[in-house]
């Protein structure tokens, strides 16, 4: 069975979107994964299908009814599903890679899309939906985090990716920033190619683009360096689970 994405959204049409074309379009196309979109609208309430309500305690936007919600959940996921549960919202755990990474070798995901000021509580709690962030800004809808997410599973799917190595060696897979690249002409508007890498000498440009990498994390991501510092110290693997975002993370103080 292939890796199996179900959407529930009140924008079904966003889907697949830009997982249609590319790397993820082929795997989707070839059948290394199936997505299934659900609107949230044809479990709305009467002649309208209406889906919110203004919040209780007032304020501003309406509140996605936990009804409503709720039945589409029931519609669609069988009791027996094994796929994680996934609410994005502003409100949840970033995104990492290390999530992306483990969502990856499961049976798939189910996702659910907020919009207006979001889901009501109590459906997220009583569903047991992981909540996550793809970073701290707030988005007109889950739709792009969703589009976010998934993309940073499917790449890792087996056969989606072209070489295995890519990914092993990217930012944030042993919990450092990557290094810079740099690719011909050697000489381009007068900037050259930092001459060890036509070098020839493999040692030493291993040892550079290690140098690169701590320098970028150290100036860019205080918060990935001091994960990295002390996983080091400790002996052990960055703790990329905590530290390294898929999105943008704060760096807190
Ligand atoms: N009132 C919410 C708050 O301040 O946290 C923001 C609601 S936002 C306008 C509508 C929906 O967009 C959310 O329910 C959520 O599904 C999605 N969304 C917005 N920003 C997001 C983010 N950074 N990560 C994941 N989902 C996000």
């Not at 959940?73 to 409100?91: E, F, G, H, K, W």
């Not at 919990?175 to 050259?192: K, M, V």
């Amino acid at each position: 069975m292939s890796w199996h994405a179900t959407i529930l959204t009140l924008f079904p049409a966003m889907f697949p979107g830009p997982l249609g074309a590319s790397l993820a379009g082929r795997a989707l196309e070839d059948g290394l994964w199936r997505l299934d979109t659900h609107d949230l609208r044809a479990h709305g309430l009467g002649r309208h299908r209406t889906v919110d309500d203004t919040p209780f305690g007032g304020g501003a936007g309406m509140v996605m009814r936990p009804d409503v919600v709720a039945g589409a959940l029931a519609a669609v996921r069988a009791p027996d599903d094994a796929r994680p549960l996934i609410y994005l919202t502003p409100r949840g755990k970033l995104l990492t890679q290390a999530d992306a990474a483990r969502w990856s070798v499961g049976p798939g995901l189910v996702l659910l899309c907020g919009r207006y000021e979001g889901l009501d509580q109590r459906v997220i709690e009583a569903s047991g939906a992981e909540e996550i962030s793809v970073g701290d800004y707030v988005l007109s809808g889950g739709e792009p985090a969703a589009l976010v997410l998934l993309d940073a599973c499917l790449r890792l799917l087996p056969g989606v990716m072209g070489g295995a190595e890519s990914a092993t060696e990217e930012s944030f897979a042993d919990g450092l920033l990557e290094y810079p690249h740099y690719t011909r002409p050697a000489e381009w508007q007068g900037r050259a190619v930092p001459p060890v890498l036509l070098s020839g000498d493999h040692a030493a440009i291993r040892a550079w683009r290690r140098a690169e990498a701590e320098d970028a994390t150290r100036q860019r991501r205080p918060d990935l360096w001091a994960a990295h510092l002390a996983a080091r110290m400790a002996g052990r693997r960055p703790p990329v689970d905590s530290a390294a975002s898929v999105a943008t993370a704060s760096a807190g103080p």
